[in-house]
């Protein structure tokens, strides 16, 4: 693994990313067949968040900064993850965006300054 110069091992900033996911949503992204955030369409809108979570920090992201806003968006996020409760809301292609721009709402609940 590549190293950043303090010595501290670096990890890309999706990887960042994906890790807080992982953490704050475990069973929804173990199981992709339920779940919409393993799925190609939830995919694409956290690495559309990841792109407003470095727009809004202007800095590194560090695993605290992405953990913050995943974990606004845990709470703040109604109605479930499952793909049946979602399926008719993101439906289509492109759907995506809605998606993100729901979950950029749920953050800015929280953090208010979050721009998307």
């Not at 605290?64 to 703040?76: G, N, Q």
């Not at 292609?93 to 729901?102: C, I, L, S, Y």
């Amino acid at each position: 693994m590549p190293r950043s110069l303090s010595g501290v091992p670096c990890m890309s900033n999706r990887k960042k990313v994906q890790w807080c996911v992982f953490q704050a949503f475990k069973a929804e992204w173990e199981n992709p067949d339920k779940y919409l955030i393993a799925t190609n369409r939830g995919i694409t809108a956290f690495l559309k968040i990841l792109r407003s979570i470095l727009k809004s920090e202007e800095q590194e992201l560090t695993k605290p900064i992405a953990d913050k806003y995943i974990r606004a968006l845990r709470k703040h996020w109604k109605g479930g993850w499952e793909t049946a409760n979602l399926k008719n809301s993101y439906v289509g292609n492109q759907r995506w965006r809605q998606f993100h721009d729901d979950m950029a709402a749920a953050i800015r609940k929280e953090l208010p300054d979050f721009t998307a």
